[in-house]
């Protein structure tokens, strides 16, 4: 039956309700003063909640199969005479309570809260009133105790001993170097027991050391809860067993274990995908937790978190790039689209931000977040990372044996040459950072061709080529940046920058001036006031200087990487706030020297070991414990105390360091001072010398040098670098300054006033905290799934197994304490609202109250579901391992009983209304067809009745009479024949007669008109041979005439050149005359500068006739003799081939060149002679003769000489224009016969 949509003031209220609101007015009434604050208020649910002052029911008023003791009376209440007693009793068990012990106590009341202790699980405090019930919500703070104040005991087994001797069973028993030995007992004595060894030794050891082992028949099994019996070795040797089977995964409830086995095995790939995707296989694997973690956010509509943690070289990467993989296939694809991108994005981070260190060959030196979105239908729509903590000093310091970044060595080995080439890159042992390590590979891994996956993958995610390469420059640029050095240059230990291939180089790529770049590094810009002043940095100083500016820029890069792959995988509008969360940080580390990045590593896994006790540990306990569950509390180590230690203010860890960072004369060692000075009375910290401290972390102790602590801590960022990257060229040292200078306040640092960039910037500690917290808030905020990595060996070696190194680390994660929660526990909690909704179908009974508590408990009864099976509390029912999927299979069944009803009702009806469907149809067809019959005989009748019907009667009826006729015509002319035989032979002789007549005729007609078709077919022939042949004649003249054209086209051009070249020589010789003629005026104005002075001699303008002169100048030879020789030799040949016209030109040509040459001649004859007679005239006396007037008459002689040759020359350059357009119209009329 369903549950109706009944509001809560209509629903009844059971028995047991009306008891607790009673109880709840009592005790609000009666309730002492100093009793502790009330507990904060479970979440609210559909059902009735009692007091806020949560109670445990008494176990005699338990709900529980039959209502034990029968403490329902006949009217279905319970009886309050031993309620009253029982709460006696429970008050004075809370009176008893000492709440300021460091005991841990998840019962009715919590211990005072600290408040300078800080915790990202604060609720704000708020007041909820329903139905007349006030619920007070106040500021939980989990964890503040330290630990359980009962442990479970394991069985007693003393007892037991002989039955282990009788029947030869196996035990564990510790051996002198401290590890675990099977063995069997041979006997006891005293205390004492003879043990022997799997090896055959035989050892006495006490009997309180000995611990049970289980049957063979439980070896290697997948849940740690199968154990019969649960300790440390056989946990150790179960997961050893399996281990060796290459089983790397076994359950702990609900933690997943994942040994990582340091090789490639069989248990992935698409057949095993496919194998989880359809639930048929159920084993322990992390696609079974990433399959768990889909179907949930699905049905429930929660987002789900898988949280990886374990130690450096446990396999936390490789494991969550398995549960993507997992996600992705799930989810659409691995492929193509987004999930292909999403999957991409683990190859460049990896390249980006993992290195090589002394444990592990690819260890994440970063933390990173993936949240995974998904749309409605479940598909991956998009995808957000979030990073945490680069380690930023291993691009310029490296320990011996470790590797820096994996990107920085695949770029020198794998880079193509023409990127090689523009970035002026070497091999990787040529560059400082380096080398330094001595150690440039790992073992089995290609750089070179990780580089090309790497390329692929930005590809991908549609980081573009130019963006590629921009990325490329500033790792070659970090790599050059380390190779630059310094020289001191005088006393003081100041230094110059060696300028050398790396400055030039490292300049060229950030996109600066090498002058720029030396002064950034080698001297100081100090403000005071408006002045500026420069100073020069000591060699520290300047090394210092210039591995801060590689620090920055690299991480500056992973950040604005980081910022690209995001905006690539953006959901955007598609976003539906379904969402699994990955979380892969960096492993708990402990090496020789631990520095502040340990620090910080150390602390976030501290963190997170914390969630991991609070979900797994203290709010299932917590739960049992305010929900009135009956229940024995669990032991287990709690790190509150350390995380205190490290971020309680005002005297933690964190909140010291920051408060020396802001000294400026304080030094590490009094960092170190401060710390023994506050925190030595701690448990978790224990101070050294030198600078040293210990912290006792939850996996162990840890030895921290505080050498460099203050100066990461600050993170300092100089603004004359900043200045210095804004004045780049270049794209992203631009970007990287500009981010910088944005988040820089305007306000300054009192103790460092010239520094504004660096004022009021958070400490990297602090921020960190502040990142771990928002973490830890978004981890809250969804349901979490566990995997713990453990790292078998130190090695890195497939197959061993190191017991004591596997020991510790379960330990540390706690794995034993969650199998006997998980044993003991109830992993199954559902609201009572919420189970009745589900299930209340289920119920048979309609006489059940309707209320939802007791429709829970009248289906668990309904089932038979025994009562240690589950507990009922006040606001949820607690089911043991499995309960809830035997009830769930009993729903699903009954759905499908539904559905098979319903299906059967709905095929009755459907094949009801069909067959009504059909007999309307048959009765519909069989009217129709009757009406379409009678319309049809309607027609014919009509039409029978027509006088065209009786025609076309008689028309057949004709037609038939005639071919019967002709048939009896054709047998009576048969007969007929026979009898005039002879007759008709006769005729047929007289007819062939005259046919034979008429066929010669025919004959001889045809035959002349065979005789006359050869004739006109010779003619014929004849003709076409005629035709071809005047076809060739015409042929051969075509070629002559084409002949003839060429020869004319090549006279014509040498004609042309003739005439160009003639030109050439009179524009030669008119130069020269005038030239002569010039000479002859200067010698005349010289001669007579002794006589009287005469009268100006006006030379004409230098173009006083510019058009004809230049016309005849042009055509004035030099010399007679020779142009007369090329002349005459010119003019047979024109005259060839020329008609009566053009030899008529030619003469008066050859005319008019003559009269010039012989005019020539006498001008400068008598020119010649006027230049004598006037040197001569201071000698001779000439009465009669005057120079003046005879240079004027020569000038007038001259000139009319030159007007009337003007006009002959004139006339004859039109009649050669003319003939020269007669031979052009000939030619084309002649070549257009031609064609």
Same mark, same amino acid.
């Given at each position: 039956?369903?549950?109706?949509?009944?509001?809560?003031?209509?629903?009844?209220?059971?028995?047991?309700?009306?008891?607790?609101? $009673?109880?709840?007015?009592?005790?609000?009434?009666?309730?002492?003063?100093?009793?502790?604050?009330?507990?904060?208020?479970?979440?609210?649910?559909?059902?009735?909640?009692?007091?806020?002052?949560?109670?445990?029911?008494?176990?005699?008023?338990?709900?529980?199969?039959?209502?034990?003791?029968?403490?329902?009376?006949? &009217?279905?209440?319970?009886?309050?005479?031993?309620?009253?007693?029982?709460?006696?009793?429970?008050?004075?068990?809370?009176?008893?309570?000492? %709440?300021?012990?460091?005991?841990?106590?998840?019962?009715?009341?919590?211990?005072?809260?600290?408040?300078?202790? /800080?915790?990202?699980?604060?609720?704000?405090?708020?007041?909820?009133?329903?139905?007349?019930?006030?619920?007070?919500?106040?500021?939980?703070?989990?964890?503040?105790?330290?630990?359980?104040?009962?442990?479970?005991?394991?069985?007693?087994?003393?007892?037991?001993?002989?039955? %282990?001797?009788?029947?030869?069973?196996?035990?564990?028993?510790?051996?002198?170097?401290?590890?675990?030995?099977?063995?069997?007992?041979? $006997?006891?004595?005293?205390?004492?027991?003879?043990?022997?060894?799997?090896?055959?030794?035989?050892?006495?050891?006490?009997?309180?050391?000995?611990?049970?082992?289980?049957?063979?028949?439980?070896?290697?099994?997948?849940?740690?809860?199968?154990?019969?019996? #649960?300790?440390?070795?056989?946990?150790?040797?179960?997961?050893?067993?399996?281990?060796?089977?290459?089983?790397?995964?076994?359950?702990?409830?609900?933690?997943?274990?994942?040994?990582?086995?340091?090789?490639?095995?069989?248990?992935?790939?698409?057949?095993?995908?496919?194998?989880?995707?359809?639930?048929?296989?159920?084993?322990?694997?992390?696609?079974?937790?990433?399959?768990?973690?889909?179907?949930?956010?699905?049905?429930? =509509?929660?987002?789900?978190?898988?949280?990886?943690?374990?130690?450096?070289?446990?396999?936390?990467? =490789?494991?969550?790039?398995?549960?993507?993989?997992?996600?992705?296939?799930?989810?659409?694809?691995?492929?193509?689209?987004?999930?292909?991108?999403?999957?991409?994005?683990?190859?460049?981070?990896?390249?980006?931000?993992?290195?090589?260190?002394?444990?592990?060959?690819?260890?994440?030196?970063?933390?990173?977040?993936?949240?995974?979105?998904?749309?409605?239908?479940?598909?991956?729509?998009?995808?957000?990372?979030?990073?945490?903590?680069?380690?930023?000093?291993?691009?310029?310091?490296?320990? @011996?044996?470790?590797?820096?970044?994996?990107?920085?060595?695949?770029?020198?080995?794998?880079?193509?040459?023409?990127?090689?080439?523009?970035?002026?890159?070497?091999?990787?042992?040529?560059?400082?950072?380096?080398?330094?390590?001595?150690?440039?590979?790992?073992?089995?891994?290609?750089?070179?061709?990780?580089?090309?996956?790497?390329?692929?993958?930005?590809?991908?995610?549609?980081?573009?080529?130019?963006?590629?390469?921009?990325?490329?420059?500033?790792?070659?640029?970090?790599?050059?940046?380390?190779?630059?050095?310094?020289?001191?240059?005088?006393?003081?230990?100041?230094?110059?920058?060696?300028?050398?291939?790396?400055?030039?180089?490292?300049?060229?790529?950030?996109?600066?001036?090498?002058?720029?770049?030396?002064?950034?590094?080698?001297?100081?810009?100090?403000?005071?006031?408006? !002045?500026?002043?420069?100073? @020069?940095?000591?060699?520290?100083?300047?090394?210092?200087?210039?591995?801060?500016?590689?620090?920055?820029?690299?991480?500056?890069?992973?950040?604005?990487?980081?910022?690209?792959?995001?905006?690539?995988?953006?959901?955007?509008?598609?976003?539906?706030?379904?969402?699994?969360? +990955?979380?892969?940080?960096?492993?708990?580390?402990?090496?020789?020297?631990?520095?502040?990045?340990?620090?910080?590593?150390?602390?976030?896994?501290?963190?997170?070991?914390?969630?991991?006790?609070?979900?797994?540990?203290?709010?299932?306990?917590?739960?049992?414990?305010?929900?009135?569950? !009956?229940?024995?509390?669990?032991?287990?180590? !709690?790190?509150?105390?350390?995380?205190?230690?490290?971020?309680?203010?005002?005297?933690?860890?964190?909140?010291?360091?920051?408060?020396?960072?802001?000294?400026?004369?304080?030094?590490? #060692?009094?960092?170190?001072?401060?710390?023994?000075?506050?925190?030595?009375?701690?448990?978790?910290? @224990?101070?050294?010398?030198?600078?040293?401290?210990?912290?006792?972390?939850?996996?162990?102790?840890?030895?921290?040098?505080?050498?460099?602590?203050?100066?990461?801590?600050?993170?300092?960022?100089?603004?004359?670098?900043?200045?210095?990257?804004?004045?780049?060229?270049?794209?992203?040292?631009?970007?990287?300054?500009?981010?910088?200078?944005?988040?820089?306040?305007?306000?300054?640092?009192?103790?460092?006033?010239?520094?504004?960039?660096?004022?009021?910037?958070?400490?990297?500690?602090?921020?960190?905290?502040?990142?771990?917290?928002?973490?830890?808030?978004?981890?809250?905020?969804?349901?979490?799934?566990?995997?713990?990595?453990?790292?078998?060996?130190?090695?890195?070696?497939?197959?061993?197994?190191?017991?004591?190194?596997?020991?510790?680390?379960?330990?540390?994660?706690?794995?034993?304490?969650?199998?006997?929660?998980?044993?003991?526990?109830?992993?199954?909690?559902?609201?009572?609202?919420?189970?009745?909704?589900?299930?209340?179908?289920?119920?048979? !009974?309609?006489?059940?109250?309707?209320?939802?508590?007791? +429709?829970?408990?009248?289906?668990?009864?309904?089932?038979?579901?025994?009562?240690?099976?589950?507990?009922?509390?006040?606001?949820?029912?607690?089911?043991?391992?499995?309960?809830?999927?035997?009830?769930?299979?009993?729903?699903?069944?009954?759905?499908?009983?539904?559905?098979?009803?319903?299906?059967?009702?709905?095929?009755?009806?459907?094949?009801?209304? %069909?067959?009504?469907?059909?007999?309307?149809?048959?009765?519909?067809?069989?009217?129709?067809?009757?009406?379409?019959?009678?319309?049809?005989?309607?027609?014919?009748?009509?039409?029978?009745?027509?006088?065209?019907?009786?025609?076309?009667?008689?028309?057949?009826?004709?037609?038939?009479?005639?071919?019967?006729?002709?048939?009896?015509?054709?047998?009576?002319?048969?007969?007929?024949?026979?009898?005039?035989?002879?007759?008709?032979?006769?005729?047929?002789?007289?007819?062939?007669?005259?046919?034979?007549?008429?066929?010669?005729?025919?004959?001889?007609?045809?035959?002349?008109?065979?005789?006359?078709?050869?004739?006109?077919?010779?003619?014929?022939?004849?003709?076409?041979?005629?035709?071809?042949?005047?076809?060739?004649?015409?042929?051969?003249?075509?070629?002559?005439?084409?002949?003839?054209?060429?020869?004319?086209?090549?006279?014509?051009?040498?004609?042309?050149?003739?005439?160009? $070249?003639?030109?050439?020589?009179?524009?030669?010789? *008119?130069?020269?005359?005038? *030239?002569?003629?010039?000479?002859?005026? @200067?010698?005349?104005?010289?001669?007579?500068?002794?006589?009287?002075?005469?009268?100006?001699?006006?030379?004409?303008?230098?173009?006083?006739?510019?058009?004809?002169?230049?016309?005849?100048?042009?055509?004035?030879?030099?010399?007679?003799?020779?142009?007369?020789?090329?002349?005459?030799?010119?003019?047979?040949?024109?005259?060839?081939?020329?008609?009566?016209?053009?030899?008529?030109?030619?003469?008066?040509?050859?005319?008019?060149?003559?009269?010039? /040459?012989?005019?020539?001649?006498?001008?400068?004859?008598?020119?010649?002679?006027?230049?004598?007679?006037?040197?001569?005239?201071?000698?001779?006396?000439?009465? &009669?003769?005057?120079?003046?007037?005879?240079?004027?008459?020569?000038?007038?002689?001259?000139?009319?000489?030159?007007?009337?040759?003007?006009?002959? #020359?004139?006339?004859?350059?039109?009649?050669?224009?003319?003939?020269?357009?007669?031979?052009?119209?000939?030619?084309?009329?002649?070549?257009?016969?031609?064609?």
């Amino acid at each position: 039956m369903m549950l109706s949509a009944a509001s809560p003031q209509s629903i009844a209220r059971s028995s047991l309700e009306e008891m607790l609101e $009673s109880l709840r007015r009592r005790d609000d009434a009666e309730s002492p003063k100093d009793l502790p604050p009330a507990l904060p208020a479970r979440p609210t649910s559909r059902a009735r909640l009692p007091s806020s002052r949560q109670r445990s029911l008494p176990m005699t008023s338990q709900v529980q199969n039959g209502y034990k003791n029968n403490n329902l009376n006949s &009217n279905n209440e319970l009886d309050f005479t031993l309620i009253e007693v029982t709460k006696a009793n429970e008050d004075s068990k809370r009176k008893e309570k000492d %709440f300021a012990s460091s005991i841990c106590s998840f019962g009715s009341k919590k211990s005072k809260k600290d408040p300078n202790l /800080e915790s990202p699980y604060r609720i704000g405090a708020e007041e909820v009133e329903k139905e007349g019930i006030r619920c007070s919500t106040k500021t939980i703070v989990p964890g503040s105790d330290s630990c359980l104040a009962f442990k479970i005991k394991e069985p007693e087994w003393e007892d037991n001993i002989g039955y %282990f001797i009788k029947k030869k069973l196996s035990i564990w028993c510790q051996i002198v170097s401290g590890h675990w030995e099977s063995g069997t007992i041979l $006997s006891t004595s005293g205390d004492n027991a003879c043990v022997s060894l799997s090896n055959g030794d035989t050892i006495k050891v006490p009997i309180g050391e000995l611990l049970p082992a289980n049957p063979d028949i439980l070896e290697g099994v997948e849940d740690l809860i199968q154990l019969s019996y #649960l300790n440390e070795p056989s946990v150790l040797h179960n997961l050893q067993f399996r281990y060796s089977q290459d089983m790397i995964y076994s359950k702990a409830g609900p933690v997943l274990i994942a040994i990582n086995p340091f090789k490639n095995t069989q248990i992935y790939g698409k057949g095993v995908v496919a194998s989880y995707r359809q639930k048929t296989a159920r084993n322990a694997h992390v696609y079974d937790v990433a399959d768990a973690a889909y179907s949930e956010m699905l049905r429930d =509509e929660v987002n789900q978190s898988i949280i990886i943690s374990g130690e450096s070289g446990a396999g936390k990467t =490789e494991t969550a790039k398995i549960a993507m993989q997992y996600l992705a296939a799930l989810a659409g694809g691995d492929t193509v689209g987004i999930e292909h991108e999403i999957l991409q994005t683990s190859c460049i981070l990896e390249a980006f931000g993992n290195s090589k260190t002394s444990r592990n060959d690819n260890s994440s030196r970063f933390g990173k977040f993936i949240e995974i979105h998904f749309s409605t239908s479940g598909k991956i729509c998009g995808a957000k990372i979030q990073t945490f903590l680069l380690e930023k000093s291993r691009v310029v310091q490296l320990a @011996k044996g470790e590797r820096s970044y994996h990107v920085l060595y695949q770029l020198c080995a794998g880079a193509p040459s023409s990127l090689k080439e523009r970035l002026n890159l070497k091999l990787a042992q040529e560059y400082n950072y380096l080398n330094q390590s001595g150690c440039l590979t790992i073992d089995g891994v290609d750089d070179g061709k990780r580089f090309h996956t790497l390329q692929e993958a930005m590809d991908i995610v549609r980081i573009v080529k130019h963006e590629q390469e921009a990325v490329f420059t500033m790792l070659a640029a970090v790599l050059w940046l380390g190779n630059i050095s310094f020289q001191v240059i005088d006393s003081e230990n100041h230094v110059d920058v060696v300028t050398d291939e790396a400055v030039t180089v490292a300049a060229k790529l950030i996109g600066c001036s090498v002058n720029d770049l030396v002064l950034a590094l080698s001297c100081r810009k100090i403000v005071v006031g408006k !002045d500026n002043f420069s100073k @020069k940095l000591t060699l520290q100083q300047a090394n210092d200087r210039r591995d801060a500016l590689a620090k920055f820029l690299y991480a500056s890069l992973f950040d604005w990487l980081v910022e690209q792959i995001n905006k690539s995988l953006e959901v955007g509008k598609r976003c539906t706030g379904k969402a699994i969360n +990955i979380l892969d940080i960096y492993g708990f580390e402990s090496f020789k020297k631990n520095s502040f990045e340990q620090f910080c590593i150390n602390y976030a896994n501290e963190r997170l070991q914390q969630h991991f006790n609070r979900h797994l540990f203290k709010l299932e306990q917590e739960d049992y414990e305010v929900d009135g569950i !009956d229940w024995t509390k669990v032991d287990f180590e !709690d790190n509150q105390d350390c995380l205190n230690l490290i971020e309680k203010k005002p005297l933690g860890i964190l909140s010291l360091l920051d408060e020396e960072s802001n000294f400026p004369k304080a030094t590490d #060692l009094t960092f170190a001072n401060k710390l023994k000075e506050h925190l030595n009375s701690n448990p978790c910290f @224990k101070g050294g010398k030198d600078g040293f401290f210990c912290i006792h972390h939850y996996a162990g102790e840890v030895t921290y040098d505080t050498c460099g602590f203050l100066e990461k801590n600050r993170d300092p960022v100089l603004p004359d670098l900043i200045k210095f990257l804004s004045s780049s060229s270049h794209h992203l040292p631009q970007l990287f300054a500009s981010r910088i200078l944005d988040q820089s306040p305007k306000a300054g640092n009192p103790y460092n006033p010239s520094n504004p960039i660096d004022s009021q910037r958070q400490s990297v500690g602090m921020k960190f905290k502040g990142q771990l917290f928002n973490l830890m808030h978004q981890l809250e905020t969804t349901k979490p799934h566990f995997v713990r990595c453990i790292k078998p060996n130190n090695k890195q070696t497939p197959g061993l197994y190191e017991k004591d190194l596997v020991l510790q680390q379960l330990r540390c994660c706690g794995v034993i304490e969650v199998v006997r929660i998980s044993r003991s526990g109830f992993p199954t909690r559902i609201l009572h609202q919420e189970f009745a909704e589900r299930y209340g179908i289920l119920l048979v !009974d309609a006489n059940v109250s309707k209320d939802p508590l007791s +429709i829970s408990v009248a289906i668990l009864q309904q089932f038979n579901i025994l009562p240690e099976m589950y507990q009922v509390g006040y606001t949820k029912l607690y089911l043991r391992t499995g309960q809830i999927a035997l009830l769930e299979d009993k729903r699903k069944q009954f759905l499908q009983d539904i559905v098979r009803v319903q299906k059967c009702f709905r095929g009755h009806r459907a094949r009801i209304h %069909f067959c009504g469907l059909q007999d309307g149809v048959k009765a519909l067809q069989s009217f129709i067809r009757g009406e379409i019959a009678r319309k049809k005989f309607q027609a014919v009748k009509r039409k029978s009745t027509t006088s065209p019907s009786k025609t076309l009667f008689v028309a057949e009826q004709m037609e038939i009479i005639y071919l019967q006729s002709v048939i009896r015509g054709c047998l009576a002319r048969k007969q007929l024949d026979q009898l005039h035989k002879l007759k008709v032979g006769s005729e047929t002789l007289k007819l062939r007669a005259k046919s034979s007549k008429k066929i010669s005729g025919l004959k001889d007609v045809t035959m002349e008109q065979v005789q006359v078709l050869p004739i006109a077919l010779a003619e014929l022939e004849r003709r076409v041979r005629k035709a071809e042949a005047d076809l060739e004649q015409k042929e051969d003249e075509n070629a002559s005439l084409r002949d003839q054209l060429r020869q004319y086209e090549t006279k014509w051009s040498d004609f042309e050149a003739r005439m160009k $070249s003639m030109e050439e020589v009179w524009q030669k010789q *008119m130069a020269s005359l005038q *030239m002569s003629l010039s000479a002859a005026r @200067k010698s005349l104005i010289t001669g007579d500068h002794n006589a009287a002075p005469p009268k100006r001699i006006e030379a004409p303008p230098h173009d006083y006739d510019s058009e004809d002169t230049a016309s005849m100048g042009s055509r004035t030879p030099v010399g007679t003799g020779t142009v007369q020789i090329k002349y005459s030799a010119t003019i047979p040949a024109l005259r060839s081939g020329r008609d009566t016209s053009t030899n008529g030109a030619l003469n008066s040509v050859n005319d008019l060149f003559k009269e010039f /040459e012989l005019r020539k001649q006498k001008f400068d004859d008598d020119a010649q002679a006027l230049g004598q007679e006037g040197h001569k005239s201071s000698e001779l006396s000439f009465q &009669n003769s005057n120079p003046d007037e005879e240079l004027r008459k020569l000038k007038t002689r001259f000139e009319s000489w030159k007007k009337e040759y003007k006009v002959r #020359l004139r006339e004859t350059k039109s009649r050669l224009h003319k003939l020269g357009h007669l031979e052009a119209d000939k030619g084309r009329k002649w070549w257009g016969k031609m064609r």
